[in-house]
């Protein structure tokens, strides 16, 4: 099944403790990208990478960092969270130019203590 | 990418059409015009797309004016899983930066 997973789920954290939120495509989508989605905000972009080893900032990347090894994934780094960074977590696919509609993973429910 | 304007909640009959506005005045010529859908928490859900045609697939039709400054929307015969937040976004297809969501229209679907 074609499909865009996130791991975890759901955490719990504390502050200044680092962690990664795992993304991975299996429809060898050329474009993936991070969102968050905070009450009266909306989504707003992190990161978005359109190939391997290419990523650029979104609209809200402080606070984060990604990279893009491989194809499939492309996970997003918290070096150090903060309170403020307590959100919902979207990671998106597309398959590239003209066929760019996005593919939503399930989402990742951070809380930051 | 042009910004867009919708409405925040409307509210239709199960069964009903619902016609979901949106008004992005400022488009210009190369940005194509993309509606998502999210189902309360869930991520974001492709719906349909287009650039100056109308176009139709299985789950919806997407209306857009002649100077293509407005769009509708519409989901022939609305069920309660529509319920949703509805977004109009507007974007040059090659434009990888900024995918711009916006606030949306919460669809409320009433049996």
């Known amino acids: 099944e074609a499909q865009v997973t996130q791991n975890p789920r759901y955490l719990i954290t504390v502050t200044g403790k680092k962690l990664t939120v795992t993304c991975s495509q299996n429809?060898?989508?050329?474009?993936m990208s991070w969102y968050r989605q905070d009450p009266g905000l909306g989504l707003r972009q992190i990161y978005y990478?359109?190939?391997?080893?290419?990523?650029d900032k979104g609209d809200v990347p402080e606070g984060y960092k990604v990279s893009r090894k491989e194809k499939r994934n492309f996970p997003l780094i918290l070096e150090s969270p903060s309170p403020n960074q307590t959100s919902l977590y979207f990671c998106?696919?597309?398959?590239?130019?003209?066929?760019?509609?996005?593919?939503f993973g399930p989402g990742t429910r951070l809380l930051v203590l | 990418d042009a910004k867009t304007t919708q409405p925040p909640s409307m509210d239709c009959a199960e069964g009903r059409a619902a016609n979901l506005p949106c008004n992005h005045s400022t488009i210009s010529g190369n940005e194509y015009v993309y509606w998502y859908r999210q189902i309360h928490s869930q991520g974001p859900q492709y719906i349909i797309h287009g650039l100056k045609n109308n176009e139709t697939n299985e789950m919806a039709s997407l209306i857009i004016t002649e100077d293509r400054k407005s769009s509708t929307l519409i989901l022939p015969h609305a069920t309660l899983r529509d319920t949703a937040v509805y977004y109009c976004?507007?974007?040059?297809?090659?434009?990888?930066?900024?995918?711009?969501f916006g606030s949306g229209t919460k669809l409320n679907v009433k049996p």
């Open positions: 998106a696919s597309s398959p590239g130019p003209l066929r760019e509609t996005q593919y």
């Open positions: 976004i507007v974007r040059v297809p090659y434009n990888f930066n900024k995918f711009y």
């Open positions: 990478s359109m190939n391997v080893e290419v990523t």
């Open positions: 429809m060898n989508h050329e474009y």
